[in-house]
């Protein structure tokens, strides 16, 4: 996910008095694990979980917040600076939040569908975040969840692919990339059908990162519920006996909101817990979660999509 992340600090390139706004938890994950990594914070002893890496969630204060880690031969003493609390304000905030940016709007320019059309069937795969600076949720070792997903995306191209279908990434390499601008291909191309964004996710800043791993897709309209749901239903069965799949979750995201193509974006797994790190990076499983996004995606084609489209067909701009 895209918030949380902002307060996973990795320990494993540190950044010396790092200052980060007003938080009451936050999580620590590093590599330096002989077994005998100890962690201090404000001089007492915090618990750390180990696999491979190690990862602990500590409480901060105000101003500065003394961590030592000690791994044996290694001693290392950081300041996490947290910023004030802000004074809560006078006037409950009761506005709903305003989505000025819709890609549906006059954003970006309208094609009609030719579903007869032989280059059509363009799926468009979306991989979350990338470039030096948005990397995610990030795992115990560091790495940062912008390479899992276009792994991840990698391979659901590959399957879509061999089933007949065109795909663009809106990216196949490590650049940044305008969260508002990502669903401008399936606007401006009349012959994309769906569009797929993919992420891993980091559960919110106070909740407990070693304890939480599970799999979910949003989507935000009818359309993209329903693709969203058939996706879901294969990852459930992938997932059988490795993780839960929380099934469908309505959210209005920049990427998810757009009425003429089906949307959704799916959160394969927990990138934050030393398993789901590890469970990431297996290519055997990686490959039977892009399947279940693409069998998901290829049911709903041949099911639901023909029957929503012939009654709501694209606008002509
Ligand atoms: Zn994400």
Not at 78 to 85: E, P, W
Not at 169 to 177: C, F, G, K
Not at 217 to 234: F, H, M, P, Q
Not at 242 to 255: Q, S, T
Request: proline content about 7%; some cysteine; aromatic content about 10%.
């Amino acid at each position: 996910m895209f918030f949380s992340a902002l307060f996973a600090l990795t320990i494993a390139f540190p950044r010396p008095g790092l200052q980060i706004p007003y938080v009451e938890k936050c999580y620590l994950s590093g590599a330096v694990d002989r077994g005998v990594t100890n962690i201090l914070v404000q001089g007492k002893d915090v618990s750390v979980y180990r696999t491979g890496g190690w990862v602990t969630m500590v409480d901060l204060k105000e101003g500065k917040n003394t961590i030592k880690i000690d791994a044996g031969y290694l001693t290392t003493n950081y300041v996490i600076s947290v910023a004030k609390k802000p004074a809560p304000s006078a006037a409950p905030n009761n506005k709903k939040p305003e989505y000025k940016k819709l890609p549906y709007t006059d954003d970006f320019p309208r094609a009609l569908v030719a579903p007869d059309d032989p280059n059509g069937r363009i799926v468009v795969i979306d991989p979350g975040h990338g470039g030096p600076k948005d990397l995610g949720a990030l795992s115990p070792h560091g790495y940062g969840e912008k390479d899992a997903n276009l792994a991840l995306s990698r391979d659901t191209r590959d399957f879509l692919t061999k089933l007949g279908y065109n795909v663009i990434m809106t990216r196949d390499s490590d650049i940044a990339l305008n969260l508002h601008e990502r669903p401008r291909v399936s606007c401006t191309n009349k012959n994309v059908i769906a569009f797929i964004s993919i992420h891993h996710n980091a559960p919110n800043y106070n909740v407990d990162p070693r304890k939480v791993r599970y799999a979910s897709v949003y989507a935000w309209n009818d359309i993209g519920s329903v693709l969203a749901t058939n996706i879901s239903e294969k990852m459930t069965i992938a997932l059988k006996d490795d993780i839960p799949n929380k099934g469908v979750y309505k959210a209005n995201f920049a990427v998810t909101r757009n009425p003429e193509v089906a949307s959704c974006l799916v959160e394969a797994d927990f990138i934050t817990t030393p398993e789901g790190e590890e469970a990431i990076w297996d290519p055997k499983r990686r490959k039977r979660i892009a399947k279940a996004i693409v069998d998901g995606l290829d049911k709903w084609y041949k099911g639901e999509w023909s029957d929503w489209r012939e009654s709501n067909p694209r606008p002509q701009h």
